[in-house]
C-alpha cells in the first residue's frame, strides 16, 4: 500500500501553456517537418527565378506547400496553448489533488470528483510536468515545483508505476 500524495498548487502564467507545448512538441517530429518544408521552399525558389514563365505556378504552388508546415507548427506550438487557457477560466483555479491506491481525488472551486486510475491510459514525464493522460489529446497536468519534497515524488512515481501501464520519460 503506497502512502497518499496531495498536492495543492495553482496554474502560474503561462504554465499552462508551456504544458500544452510540451505535450505538442511530443507529437511534433520539429527537424524532419521544417527540413521538409525548406527543401520544397528551395524547389520553389529554383522553380520561380530560374524556371520558364510555364512553371511559375508551380513554383508559387511549392511556396504555399512549403509555407504551411512551419505555420501549423506555429499554431500548434504558440496559438492553441494561449486559446486553451483564455477559453478554460477553471484553470486559474486552485486545484487540490490526492493520489492515492484507490484513485485520483480531484478538487476545485465548482469540482469535486474522485476519478479511477484505469480512467488513465498513461503519463509522460516532462522537465517541469507529468503530463497524465485520460486520451491522445487530453491530460492533466501536474507541474513538479507543486511537490514539496523528494519523498512526495517518490511516493507519487510509486503510485504511477503501480497503477498506469504506459509511462514515458522526455525530460
Known amino acids: 500500500m503506497n502512502p497518499a500524495v496531495t498536492l495543492t498548487f495553482r496554474y502560474l502564467p503561462g504554465e499552462y501553456g508551456r504544458a500544452v507545448r510540451a505535450h505538442q512538441l511530443l507529437g511534433i517530429r520539429l527537424v524532419p517537418d521544417l527540413l521538409v518544408s525548406l527543401m520544397v521552399l528551395a524547389v520553389s525558389a529554383w522553380t520561380v527565378h530560374f ?12 511556396c504555399g506547400i512549403g509555407l504551411v508546415f512551419p505555420t501549423m507548427i506555429a499554431v500548434a506550438l504558440f496559438v492553441l496553448p ?5 477559453r478554460n477560466p477553471r484553470l486559474h483555479d486552485t486545484y487540490q489533488l490526492t493520489f492515492s491506491d484507490n484513485g ?4 476545485i472551486t465548482s469540482v469535486d470528483s474522485s476519478i479511477e486510475w484505469s480512467l ?5 514525464e516532462v522537465r517541469e510536468f507529468y ?8 491530460f492533466t497536468a501536474i507541474p513538479k515545483r507543486a511537490f514539496e519534497t523528494a519523498a512526495e515524488i517518490q511516493a507519487f512515481e510509486a503510485l504511477l508505476v503501480e497503477h498506469i501501464s504506459q509511462i514515458a520519460r522526455r525530460v
Open 51 to 62: 524556371g520558364v514563365d510555364r512553371y511559375f505556378w508551380l513554383g508559387v504552388v511549392f
Open 82 to 86: 494561449r486559446t486553451m487557457l483564455a
Open 104 to 107: 485520483i481525488r480531484f478538487q
Open 120 to 124: 488513465y491510459t498513461g503519463v509522460t
Open 131 to 138: 503530463l497524465l493522460y485520460l486520451t491522445r489529446r487530453q
